[in-house]
T-cell receptor, first 115, second 112 residues
Framework: DTAVSQTPKYLVTQMGNDKSIKCEQN?????MYWYKQDSKKFLKIMFS???????INETVPNRFSPKSPDKAHLNLHINSLELGDSAVYFC??????????????FGPGTRLLVL | QKEVEQDPGPLSVPEGAIVSLNCTYS??????FMWYRQYSRKGPELLMY??SSGNKEDGRFTAQVDKSSKYISLFIRDSQPSDSATYLC????????????WGAGTKLIIKP
């Protein structure tokens, strides 16, 4: 059973297009995150949602818009894609108490390549 | 200066060696310390978790936290080629909603 899943796994698209990445977790967690990992492997937090409410919104272009239809899903929509958006995007989730709250569980990642 | 410093490597060692990976940090308020392992083209997976100072052991892995020196370590005994991966340290504190602050990751290569 996949705990945190993302679709698609790979995404190749042209500059200027709009695309979405979907994330689902079946761990019963109530906080979900989007990270961007660049070619040097540095993980940068983009957004965090707790029970469908935005709690972290780091400095990212407003072309990126997260949407959380329910606490098990967090999608990422990207408008007007640019070359610099090429990266691996990870979804993660965390729970409400103890170790589940203090650690995060990651999905397999979506590799985005903008041409 | 970054909040968490980690040497990106790569670190290359022969199979069977003891590996030591380290991170230093600047904020003494961090309470929770983690090591994640990330294989190529996979997501990070939690390897070790420690609350406050001390040691924690799990099989061939030992995590150490020295809050007085603001220094955390991960030791791998009897290293195997399957341990080749990027190891990321992360830490958090309660008053910042447990947001994880990450090191840059160290790429580890175990040579057979």
């Amino acid at each position: 059973d996949t705990a945190v899943s993302q679709t698609p796994k790979y995404l190749v698209t042209q500059m200027g297009n709009d695309k979405s990445i979907k994330c689902e977790q079946n761990l019963g967690h109530d906080t979900m995150y989007w990270y961007k990992q660049d070619s040097k492997k540095f993980l940068k937090i983009m957004f965090s949602y707790n029970n469908k409410e935005l709690i972290i919104n780091e400095t990212v272009p407003n072309r990126f818009s997260p949407k959380s239809p329910d606490k098990a899903h967090l999608n990422l929509h990207i408008n007007s894609l640019e070359l610099g958006d090429s990266a691996v995007y990870f979804c993660a989730s965390s729970g409400i108490a103890g170790r589940e709250r203090e650690t995060q569980y990651f999905g397999p990642g979506t590799r985005l390549l903008v041409l | 200066q970054k909040e968490v410093e980690q040497d990106p490597g790569p670190l290359s060692v022969p199979e069977g060696a003891i590996v030591s990976l380290n991170c230093t940090y600047s904020n003494s308020a961090f309470q929770y310390f983690m090591w994640y392992r990330q294989y190529s083209r996979k997501g990070p997976e939690l390897l070790m978790y420690t609350y406050s100072s001390g040691n924690k052991e799990d099989g061939r892995f030992t995590a150490q936290v020295d809050k007085s020196s603001k220094y955390i370590s991960l030791f791998i005994r009897d290293s195997q080629p399957s341990d080749s991966a990027t190891y990321l340290c992360a830490m958090s504190r309660m008053d910042s909603n447990y947001q994880l602050i990450w090191g840059a990751g160290t790429k580890l290569i175990i040579k057979p």
